[in-house]
């Protein structure tokens, strides 16, 4: 059964740090767009970044220059490192696939898979 799951996810101090991963059962990640979002609370699902089976990754605003998405092949996952947390952070974070395999440049549209969440709290 396919399958990803979110893993990482923890109370952290404003300007610390978190490392999300995305790792798959069923399927090998490394050909297909990852793209992760987030939820806040009373707030709609938004795309934050992206990672395409060319490596090619996106990044929203709010978060650019502080997250950095990659591939860990050994773990068959996708790693979202977020420095820099601020309160405006917290929320729930997804990872999806498209499932459409080798695609040079990823997206957030035409998601298949979704993972059930890890929570991220930024506060003091």
């Known amino acids: 059964q396919m399958q990803l799951v979110e893993s990482g996810g923890g109370l952290v101090q404003p300007g610390g740090s978190l490392r999300l991963s995305c790792a798959a059962s069923g399927f090998t990640l490394d050909t297909y767009t990852i793209s992760w979002f987030r939820q806040a609370p009373g707030k709609e699902r938004e795309p934050i970044g992206c990672?395409?089976?060319?490596?090619?990754?996106a990044y929203e605003d709010s978060v650019k220059g502080r997250f950095t998405i990659s591939r860990d092949h050994a773990e068959n996952s996708v790693v979202l490192q977020m420095n820099s947390l601020k309160p405006e952070d917290t929320a729930v974070y997804y990872c999806a696939t498209d499932l459409i395999v080798g695609t040079q440049f990823c997206s957030y549209v035409g998601m298949q898979y979704w993972g059930n969440g890890t929570l991220v709290t930024v506060s003091s």
């Open positions: 990672i395409s089976a060319l490596w090619n990754t």
